[in-house]
């Protein structure tokens, strides 16, 4: 949130979590991009990020530090 300066954030429609970090600001690409932050997918914690695809219906990205 303090990067993104907001709590929330739509994106187009994405097939791929690389596909959504490539449209955000740099830096803002850059912190959601390291180790320490983790990811949930429709509320799903991820225990890979690598090679995620996402699928039609896929509409909640969540990331934490």
Not at 18 to 36: F, K, M, N
């Amino acid at each position: 949130e303090d990067v993104a300066g907001v709590g929330a954030r739509e994106v187009g429609a994405a097939s791929s979590l690389a596909e959504v970090i490539s449209t955000l600001e740099p830096e803002l690409a850059a912190a959601l991009s390291g180790d320490r932050v983790r990811l949930a997918v429709n509320g799903t914690l991820m225990a890979q990020r690598d090679g995620l695809v996402l699928k039609d219906g896929d509409d909640s990205l969540s990331f934490r530090r």
